[in-house]
Each structure stands twice: as C-alpha cells, then as structure tokens.
C-alpha cells in the first residue's frame, strides 16, 4: 500500500507564507498525479492544487498566482508553496495521490493524514 505523510502545516499570519510537503512510500510500482486538497469547517473538500506525472498542473481559482505545487519524482513528494495566505485559506490540508502498487493493477487514489494550516487576520 501507499502511505502519504504530511509536513509544513502551522499558524501564519495573513500576508505571510507555508510550505506544504508530502511524502509517498511504501509499494509503489507508478504514481500519476499528485495534489492537495482542503477543507474548512462546515464546507466540502475542494481542490487546491495538482500535478500529473508529465509536470502539467491545475489550481483553484482564488490560489492561482499564490501557491504553486511543485513535484520531485525521485523522492516521490509534492510541495505546495503558499504565499501571500488569507484567512479564508485557513483549513486542514490533505495530500493526495493517484498510484498503482504493481503494473497489473489499476490504479488507486491514497490520501494523508491532514495537515492544518491557520491564517490570522
């Protein structure tokens, strides 16, 4: 199985910035994309960020020119660098990937733990 571990969550003030990462390990044959994802109380997951496995990303509308995601495939972790952070970016944060664990099978989508990130006003 996949296992997804998430570091880089913390309070911040509004303006300033964080560093999300996400490792993978465990039984992986190939990962296809790799993302971040949020939820705020009261709301649904939504999609912050993504990379495929050809390096070609897609954001949320209210992030784009803020945060950027960014991939190394050796180590098998994605990072979202988040500038310029308002509160309303406050949420728990959760990496996901799409992977295969051997080349037969299909493919399976893996989440982290959740990781929190605060922004005060």
């Known amino acids: 199985q996949v296992q997804l571990v998430e570091s880089g969550g913390g309070l911040v003030q509004a303006g300033g910035s964080l560093r999300l990462s996400c490792a993978a390990s465990?039984?992986?044959?190939?990962?296809?994309?790799m993302g971040w994802y949020r939820q705020a109380p009261g709301k649904q997951r939504e999609l912050v960020a993504t990379?495929?496995?050809?390096?070609?990303?897609n954001y949320l509308d209210s992030v784009k020119g803020r945060f950027t995601i960014s991939r190394d495939y050796v180590k098998k972790t994605v990072y979202l660098q988040m500038n310029s952070l308002k509160p309303e970016d406050t949420a728990v944060y959760y990496c996901?990937?799409?992977?295969?664990?051997?080349?037969?099978?299909?493919?399976?989508?893996?989440w982290g733990q959740g990781t929190q990130v605060t922004v005060s006003s």
């Open positions: 996901n990937c799409n992977a295969q664990v051997r080349a037969l099978l299909g493919s399976l989508d893996y």
């Open positions: 990379v495929t496995s050809g390096g070609s990303t």
């Open positions: 465990g039984t992986i044959f190939r990962i296809n994309t």
